[in-house]
């Protein structure tokens, strides 16, 4: 009998862009790291989940960033930033900001999974409205949403937060929610039930 080799989940993806690619170099390194019984799990939020050996899983995330992969960690961390598919330029959806933003939050520990969606436009194709916090871009500023909840049969819209904000002013905004819900929130509690607990209001005082 074998030592068995202790495994543990981490979710990639190809880092924040246009949708969710991945390159032929991408899918080379990650299947090196699975057997031919093993499936790749792909989440609804733009992630792929895999097993890694625990013992070499600083070498393994190495080796993936290497070749352009973004990776995170499972459970009870905000989410990478799930984006929708851009129909148009970089600069002019907003691009560098949905970056920065996934580079302020993405992996946060807070008490239960927090999903935060962010759309390059009106049409919201990304439904940030339907996740704990949403983001949609207007023009040169941007609208933030809260509260979302797209599963069960109390599934709510979410409820616009604040409105025109800048770029920095939405890194901090979003950067204080997620504060806020770290500190002030129950062990397992949901975002869609803290909100409900404490209030909105609570969130921007």
């Not at 093993?38 to 600083?58: A, S």
């Amino acid at each position: 009998m074998g030592e068995v080799v202790k495994k543990i989940k981490i979710a990639i993806n190809g880092g924040i862009g246009f949708g969710a690619k991945l390159n032929a170099k991408q899918l080379l390194t990650i299947s090196k790291y699975m057997n031919e019984e093993e499936e790749l799990e792909l989440t609804t939020f733009q992630q792929l989940y895999i097993e890694i050996p625990e013992d070499k899983k600083e070498e393994i995330i190495e080796e993936f960033q290497g070749v352009g992969l973004s990776c995170y960690p499972v459970g009870n961390f905000v989410k990478s930033l799930r984006t929708c598919n851009f129909c148009k330029g970089e600069e002019e959806e907003g691009m560098p900001v949905a970056k920065e933003l996934n580079r302020r939050i993405a992996g946060k520990a807070v008490p239960f999974t927090l999903k935060v969606v962010y759309t390059g436009c009106p049409i919201g194709c990304g439904e940030p409205m339907l996740s704990d916090i949403g983001i949609m871009k207007m023009k040169d500023h941007y609208n933030l949403y809260v509260g979302g909840k797209a599963k069960g049969k109390d599934a709510e819209v979410g409820t616009l937060l604040m409105e025109n904000l800048t770029p920095e002013e939405l890194y901090d905004d979003v950067e204080k929610i997620i504060d806020v819900y770290s500190q002030m929130g129950k062990k397992r509690e949901t975002f869609y039930k803290f909100l409900k607990r404490i209030g909105r209001d609570q969130l921007i005082s």
